[in-house]
C-alpha cells in the first residue's frame, strides 16, 4: 500500500547568494519559510516543483520538503529542514543573527 502524502512546501537555494528560499503561493521565491505555500495534495506538489525546476537562472537544487501547518506559516517536520532554514552553520551572520537557532 502506498504511503498517505505528507504536505510539502517548494524549497531550493537562490542561485546567487545561496540562501535558502521557498516558493509562495504568488510564484515568489522568499527566504522565510512562512511565507512558503504549504502543498497538500501530491499532484499540485509534482507541478509547482516542476515549474520550480525550470527557474534556472534564479534558483538550484529545488525539491519538495515535508511540512506542518503552523500558528504563523507553514513549519519544517525534519530537522534538516529546520536546521537549513537558518543558514550557514560555521558561525552567526545573516538571518542567523535574528532567527531563532534550530531546536535539538
Known sequence: MARAFTPKVVTAND???GDVIYLTEDDRW????????????????????????RQTSKIVGAYLADAVAGDNGPEPTHFREDFRRTGPSNYAHGKQETSPQPRA
Open 30 to 53: 522568499s527566504r522565510e519559510l512562512s511565507e512558503a505555500e504549504l502543498i497538500t495534495d501530491e499532484a499540485h506538489a509534482q507541478v509547482r516543483l516542476l515549474d520550480a525546476s
Open 15 to 17: 542561485l546567487l547568494e
